[in-house]
C-alpha cells in the first residue's frame, strides 16, 4: 500500500493510492488501450499505464481527475507500445449487434472510414463515443479547448458520414 | 452548423439546442444528417475491446515497484546529492588548505607575489623565510667546510648526541663529525647510506652513484677474505664505494679504518701492500683500532674538502641559492647604475651584467647583480633605499640536496680514482696497467664531473643573484598604476583570468582526483532518474 501526501500539491486529495486507483480504473483503462493497441497488447500497456502512474504519482497535482490522468498515460503507452511495434494505431474491434440492425452501419464499412480520419479526429472520435468520455474530459486528455474537441468531433462526423454514406464525393475531395 | 453534433450528444445551452431545433424542422437535409450522426454514433459504441485481463499480474508489478518506492529512490538520489556536495567541499577545503599554505607563508616572509619569472623561487620560497623572518644574519660561526665535509661522511645528523661530539656545530645541524663521537656509530650503521640533514628534511641516498657506478665496470682487485663482520662501521661514501660492486671497495673499507698509523700514512700502506686489517673494529678493547678509524675519516674529510672551493655560510646545513627582483625609480639613472656598481663591491660582490638605455624622458638600466649570499639583505636593502622602491622580489632555492648527492659521489669517485692509482703502483704487468690507466680515466673523468657540478652548486650558494631594474621618467611602473587605464585595465584582466583559470583547473583536477568517489553515485542517481522517467 504506497500512499503519497498530496496535501500541498492536491488539496482536495489528501492520499492517492495506486492500488485503490488500479482497482477502481484498471477495465476502463484495459478497454481504452485494447481499442488502441489491440486486445493482445491491451493487457501489457494498461499494466505499464499504472506502473508508470505509480512513479509518476508525486507529479499529479490533482488538476484533474485520476482517470483523466490515467487515461494520458495510457494514450502515451499506446503510442509506445504501436511504435515498438512498428503498426499504426489501431482500429476497434464492433460487436456483431443485431438489435439495432436497421441502424447500424456495416463494421467493415465504418472501420474503413476510420482509418480514413486523421489521428486528430479519430482520437477525438474514440475518446468520445467509445471511451465515453465527456468534452471537458477529452480537452484535458488532448491538451486543447473545449471548443476544439467540439469542432474536432463534428468535422470527424462530418468525414465519418461522407465516407460512409457518400464514399465517391470523399474521393474526389481527396483527390482535390 | 456544427452545434449538429454537440446537440446530439446534450452538450448545448437551452437556448442553443432551440435554435438547432429550429433547423431541423425547417431542413430534412438536416434531419438526414442528424440521422446518419446517430447511426454513426450507435455503431461506434459497439466497439468491443474485450473482457479485460492482468490486473492480477498488475497488482503484483504494484507491489514489486513500491519495494523501491519512489521515496526510498529519492533517499538515495538525496543521498548521493549530499555525498557529491561532501566530496566537492572536501576537494575545495583541500585545496585552499594547500594555497592558504605557500599563501601564509609568503605573507610572512613579505615576499610579494609576482605574476612573472621567479616560480623557483617561490616553490621553495618557503626555506628561504625562514632567514628572511627572522631578519638576522647567518650563522657564521660554522663553515661550510667542515659543516659539508661532516654531512658527506654520511653521518646521521639527526641524532643529538652526534651534534654534542662535533664541537661548535649547531644542533641539529648538518653533520657532525665522522666517528667523533660513539652516539654516532649507532646512527651511522642504521643508516649507513643516507646522508640526512634535518631542517631541509632531506634525506638523500647516497647509493645512487653507487648503482652508476657499478655500470662503469670498478675493476677487482684483490679477493675478499674478510669476514664482513669488519665492515660495520662505515661511512656513506664508503657504502658507495662499496655498493660500486668492486670487492676492492669492501677490503679498502675494511682495512682503512683498521690502520693503527696516522692518516698520512693510510693509503701508503696501500701502496706498499700492506694490510694492516689485522686490528679488530668489533673489538672494544682495541683502542688503537677506533683512534685509527676517527683519524682516517678526518684525514678522508680534509683531503675531499680540497677539492671543494669557497666556503658559503649555510643556515642550519641547508644550501640555499638566494634571488630577489627589484624595480627601483631613480632621478639621474647614471649616477644609480654608478652608485650600484660602488654598492655592490664594497659588499664583495660584482655586476654580471647591465643594460642601460637613457633616453630624453625616460630610461632604463637592467642590471644582474651578484653578491655574497651573507650579504644579500643589506644589498636589498641598499638597493631600495637608492630610490623609489617600486617592486620587491625575494626568496630562495634550496640546494641542499643537490649538493649533497654531488658531492658524495665526487668522494666515492676520488676514493676510486685513488685505490686505482694504488693498484697501478703495486701492478706490473703490462695488460693490466693499461686497463687500471683506463678505469683511472674515466674515474677521473666523473670526479672531474660532479666536482664541477658541486662547484657549480656552491657558487650558485656562495653568491645571491639580484636582478634589478633601475627606471627613471614614464618607464617606471607605479604600484598604483602606470596612468594608462586601458593598458592596466587589460594588464588586470588577464591577470584575473589567470587566476581564474588556475582555480577551475584546480578545482577540474580535485575532481577528477575525487571521481571514483563521486562518479558512481552519479551514475547511479542517473540512472535512478531514467528509470523513474
Same mark, same amino acid.
Given at each position: 500500500?504506497?500512499?503519497?501526501?498530496?496535501?500541498?500539491?492536491?488539496?482536495?486529495?489528501?492520499?492517492?493510492?495506486?492500488?485503490?486507483?488500479?482497482?477502481?480504473?484498471?477495465?476502463?483503462?484495459?478497454?481504452?488501450?485494447? =481499442?488502441?493497441?489491440?486486445?493482445?497488447?491491451?493487457?501489457?500497456?494498461?499494466?505499464?499505464?499504472?506502473?508508470?502512474?505509480?512513479?509518476?504519482?508525486?507529479?499529479?497535482?490533482?488538476?484533474?481527475?485520476?482517470? =483523466?490522468?490515467?487515461?494520458?498515460?495510457?494514450?502515451?503507452?499506446?503510442?509506445?507500445?504501436?511504435?515498438?511495434?512498428?503498426?499504426?494505431?489501431?482500429?476497434? @474491434?464492433?460487436?456483431?449487434?443485431?438489435?439495432? @440492425?436497421?441502424?447500424?452501419?456495416?463494421?467493415?464499412?465504418?472501420?474503413?472510414?476510420?482509418?480514413?480520419?486523421?489521428?486528430?479526429?479519430?482520437?477525438?472520435?474514440?475518446?468520445?463515443?467509445?471511451?465515453?468520455?465527456?468534452?471537458?474530459?477529452?480537452?484535458?486528455?488532448?491538451?486543447?479547448?473545449?471548443? =476544439?474537441?467540439?469542432?474536432?468531433?463534428?468535422?470527424?462526423?462530418?468525414?465519418?458520414?461522407?465516407?460512409?454514406?457518400?464514399? @465517391? =464525393?470523399?474521393?474526389?475531395?481527396?483527390?482535390? | &452548423?456544427?452545434?449538429?453534433?454537440?446537440?446530439?450528444?446534450?452538450?448545448?445551452?437551452?437556448?442553443?439546442?432551440?435554435?438547432?431545433?429550429?433547423?431541423?424542422?425547417?431542413?430534412?437535409?438536416?434531419?438526414?444528417?442528424?440521422?446518419?450522426?446517430?447511426?454513426?454514433?450507435?455503431?461506434?459504441?459497439?466497439?468491443?475491446?474485450?473482457? *479485460?485481463?492482468?490486473?492480477?499480474?498488475?497488482?503484483?508489478?504494484?507491489?514489486?515497484?513500491?519495494?523501491?518506492?519512489?521515496?526510498?529512490? /529519492?533517499?538515495?538520489?538525496?543521498?548521493?546529492?549530499?555525498?557529491?556536495?561532501?566530496?566537492?567541499? +572536501?576537494?575545495?577545503?583541500?585545496?585552499?588548505?594547500?594555497?592558504?599554505?605557500?599563501?601564509?607563508?609568503?605573507?610572512?616572509?613579505? &615576499?610579494?607575489?609576482?605574476?612573472?619569472?621567479?616560480?623557483?623561487?617561490?616553490?621553495?620560497? /618557503?626555506?628561504?623565510?625562514?632567514?628572511?623572518?627572522?631578519?638576522?644574519?647567518?650563522?657564521?660561526?660554522? %663553515?661550510?667546510?667542515?659543516?659539508?665535509?661532516?654531512?658527506?661522511?654520511?653521518?646521521?645528523?639527526?641524532?643529538?648526541?652526534?651534534?654534542?661530539?662535533?664541537?661548535?656545530?649547531?644542533?641539529?645541524?648538518?653533520?657532525?663529525?665522522?666517528?667523533?663521537?660513539?652516539?654516532?656509530?649507532?646512527?651511522?650503521?642504521?643508516?649507513? !647510506?643516507?646522508?640526512?640533514?634535518?631542517?631541509?628534511?632531506?634525506?638523500?641516498?647516497?647509493?645512487?652513484?653507487?648503482?652508476?657506478?657499478?655500470?662503469?665496470?670498478?675493476?677487482?682487485?684483490?679477493?675478499?677474505?674478510?669476514?664482513?663482520?669488519?665492515?660495520?662501521?662505515?661511512?656513506?661514501?664508503?657504502?658507495?664505494?662499496?655498493?660500486?660492486?668492486?670487492?676492492?671497495?669492501?677490503?679498502?673499507? $675494511?682495512?682503512? %679504518?683498521?690502520?693503527?698509523?696516522?692518516?698520512?700514512?693510510?693509503?701508503?700502506?696501500?701502496?706498499?701492500?700492506?694490510?694492516?686489517?689485522?686490528?679488530? +673494529?668489533?673489538? %672494544?678493547?682495541?683502542?688503537?683500532?677506533?683512534?685509527?678509524?676517527?683519524?682516517? &675519516?678526518?684525514?678522508? $674529510? #680534509?683531503?675531499?674538502?680540497?677539492?671543494? *672551493?669557497?666556503?658559503?655560510?649555510?643556515?642550519?646545513?641547508?644550501?640555499?641559492? $638566494?634571488?630577489?627582483?627589484?624595480?627601483?625609480?631613480?632621478?639621474?639613472?647614471?649616477?644609480?647604475?654608478?652608485?650600484?656598481?660602488?654598492?655592490?663591491?664594497?659588499?664583495?660582490?660584482?655586476?654580471?651584467?647591465?643594460?642601460?638605455?637613457?633616453?630624453?624622458?625616460?630610461?632604463?638600466?637592467?642590471?644582474?647583480?651578484?653578491?655574497?649570499?651573507?650579504?644579500?639583505?643589506?644589498?636589498?636593502?641598499?638597493?631600495?633605499?637608492? !630610490?623609489?622602491?617600486?617592486?620587491?622580489?625575494?626568496?630562495?632555492?634550496?640546494?641542499?640536496?643537490?649538493?649533497?648527492?654531488?658531492?658524495?659521489?665526487?668522494?666515492?669517485?676520488?676514493?676510486?680514482?685513488?685505490?686505482?692509482? #694504488?693498484?697501478?703502483?703495486?701492478?706490473?704487468?703490462?695488460?693490466?696497467?693499461?686497463?687500471?690507466?683506463?678505469?683511472?680515466?674515466?674515474?677521473?673523468?666523473? +670526479?672531474?664531473?660532479?666536482?664541477?657540478?658541486?662547484?657549480?652548486?656552491?657558487?650558485?650558494?656562495?653568491?645571491?643573484?639580484?636582478?634589478?631594474?633601475?627606471?627613471?621618467?614614464?618607464?617606471?611602473?607605479?604600484?598604483?598604476?602606470?596612468?594608462?587605464?586601458?593598458?592596466?585595465?587589460?594588464?588586470?584582466?588577464?591577470?584575473?583570468?589567470?587566476?581564474?583559470?588556475?582555480?577551475?583547473?584546480?578545482?577540474?583536477?580535485?575532481?577528477?582526483?575525487?571521481? *571514483?568517489?563521486?562518479?558512481?553515485?552519479?551514475?547511479?542517481?542517473?540512472?535512478?532518474?531514467?528509470?523513474?522517467?
Amino acid at each position: 500500500m504506497m500512499l503519497v501526501d498530496h496535501q500541498q500539491a492536491m488539496p482536495h486529495v489528501e492520499k492517492l493510492d495506486i492500488s485503490q486507483l488500479a482497482k477502481q480504473h484498471y477495465d476502463r483503462v484495459f478497454r481504452f488501450c485494447s =481499442t488502441r493497441v489491440g486486445y493482445h497488447h491491451a493487457g501489457d500497456a494498461a499494466q505499464e499505464t499504472f506502473v508508470t502512474a505509480q512513479r509518476s504519482l508525486s507529479k499529479f497535482r490533482g488538476e484533474s481527475q485520476p482517470l =483523466t490522468w490515467l487515461i494520458g498515460i495510457a494514450l502515451n503507452e499506446c503510442r509506445r507500445v504501436n511504435r515498438n511495434n512498428q503498426k499504426a494505431e489501431q482500429l476497434p @474491434e464492433f460487436r456483431d449487434e443485431t438489435s439495432h @440492425e436497421g441502424q447500424l452501419i456495416n463494421r467493415e464499412i465504418l472501420r474503413q472510414a476510420l482509418s480514413k480520419l486523421s489521428d486528430e479526429h479519430r482520437e477525438v472520435v474514440s475518446l468520445h463515443e467509445i471511451d465515453g468520455f465527456t468534452y471537458e474530459e477529452i480537452a484535458q486528455i488532448a491538451g486543447v479547448p473545449v471548443g =476544439t474537441v467540439k469542432s474536432r468531433l463534428y468535422h470527424a462526423f462530418t468525414n465519418l458520414r461522407k465516407s460512409i454514406y457518400a464514399p @465517391e =464525393t470523399t474521393a474526389t475531395q481527396e483527390v482535390n | &452548423m456544427e452545434n449538429l453534433k454537440s446537440y446530439l450528444d446534450g452538450e448545448l445551452d437551452i437556448a442553443q439546442q432551440a435554435e438547432v431545433e429550429t433547423h431541423l424542422r425547417n431542413d430534412a437535409e438536416l434531419q438526414k444528417t442528424v440521422e446518419e450522426f446517430s447511426a454513426i454514433s450507435s455503431t461506434l459504441k459497439t466497439a468491443d475491446s474485450g473482457e *479485460p485481463y492482468g490486473f492480477e499480474k498488475l497488482e503484483e508489478r504494484l507491489k514489486e515497484t513500491s519495494k523501491t518506492s519512489i521515496y526510498e529512490k /529519492k533517499k538515495i538520489w538525496r543521498l548521493a546529492t549530499y555525498w557529491s556536495a561532501s566530496m566537492a567541499c +572536501l576537494a575545495l577545503a583541500a585545496m585552499f588548505v594547500r594555497s592558504g599554505s605557500g599563501s601564509s607563508a609568503d605573507a610572512s616572509a613579505g &615576499m610579494v607575489a609576482t605574476s612573472r619569472g621567479m616560480s623557483d623561487i617561490t616553490a621553495s620560497s /618557503k626555506v628561504g623565510q625562514s632567514d628572511l623572518a627572522a631578519g638576522k644574519e647567518q650563522d657564521k660561526s660554522q %663553515p661550510l667546510r667542515e659543516e659539508f665535509s661532516k654531512s658527506v661522511d654520511g653521518v646521521d645528523s639527526m641524532n643529538p648526541a652526534s651534534s654534542a661530539g662535533s664541537g661548535g656545530v649547531p644542533k641539529g645541524a648538518a653533520g657532525v663529525s665522522a666517528g667523533e663521537s660513539e652516539a654516532s656509530k649507532p646512527a651511522a650503521q642504521d643508516n649507513p !647510506g643516507g646522508i640526512r640533514t634535518q631542517d631541509s628534511g632531506i634525506v638523500s641516498d647516497s647509493a645512487t652513484p653507487a648503482k652508476k657506478g657499478v655500470m662503469t665496470g670498478t675493476p677487482s682487485g684483490e679477493s675478499d677474505s674478510k669476514p664482513d663482520s669488519e665492515s660495520k662501521d662505515i661511512s656513506g661514501a664508503e657504502e658507495d664505494a662499496l655498493s660500486n660492486g668492486s670487492p676492492n671497495a669492501r677490503e679498502r673499507i $675494511r682495512w682503512a %679504518p683498521n690502520s693503527a698509523s696516522p692518516s698520512s700514512q693510510w693509503y701508503d700502506q696501500a701502496k706498499s701492500g700492506k694490510d694492516s686489517a689485522t686490528t679488530d +673494529l668489533n673489538n %672494544p678493547n682495541d683502542k688503537r683500532s677506533e683512534s685509527a678509524f676517527k683519524q682516517g &675519516m678526518r684525514e678522508k $674529510r #680534509d683531503r675531499v674538502t680540497q677539492a671543494i *672551493p669557497g666556503v658559503p655560510e649555510t643556515d642550519h646545513g641547508i644550501f640555499l641559492e $638566494r634571488k630577489g627582483e627589484m624595480q627601483v625609480k631613480v632621478e639621474d639613472l647614471k649616477r644609480a647604475v654608478n652608485e650600484t656598481t660602488g654598492m655592490i663591491a664594497s659588499l664583495d660582490g660584482f655586476v654580471t651584467s647591465s643594460t642601460t638605455q637613457n633616453q630624453a624622458d625616460s630610461g632604463e638600466a637592467i642590471m644582474t647583480l651578484r653578491v655574497p649570499t651573507k650579504n644579500f639583505a643589506t644589498a636589498i636593502d641598499k638597493l631600495g633605499a637608492m !630610490g623609489e622602491l617600486i617592486s620587491e622580489n625575494t626568496g630562495s632555492l634550496d640546494i641542499t640536496t643537490e649538493t649533497v648527492n654531488n658531492s658524495a659521489r665526487m668522494i666515492s669517485w676520488a676514493d676510486e680514482e685513488k685505490r686505482l692509482m #694504488d693498484e697501478l703502483v703495486k701492478t706490473k704487468n703490462t695488460n693490466e696497467r693499461y686497463r687500471l690507466k683506463g678505469l683511472i680515466g674515466d674515474a677521473r673523468a666523473n +670526479l672531474e664531473a660532479h666536482k664541477a657540478q658541486v662547484n657549480s652548486l656552491l657558487e650558485r650558494a656562495k653568491y645571491s643573484t639580484i636582478n634589478l631594474s633601475l627606471v627613471r621618467g614614464d618607464k617606471a611602473v607605479k604600484s598604483g598604476g602606470s596612468g594608462n587605464w586601458s593598458g592596466d585595465a587589460l594588464r588586470g584582466a588577464k591577470d584575473n583570468l589567470g587566476s581564474i583559470g588556475q582555480v577551475l583547473g584546480t578545482i577540474t583536477i580535485y575532481g577528477l582526483v575525487f571521481a *571514483p568517489i563521486w562518479l558512481p553515485f552519479v551514475i547511479a542517481a542517473y540512472i535512478i532518474r531514467k528509470k523513474n522517467k
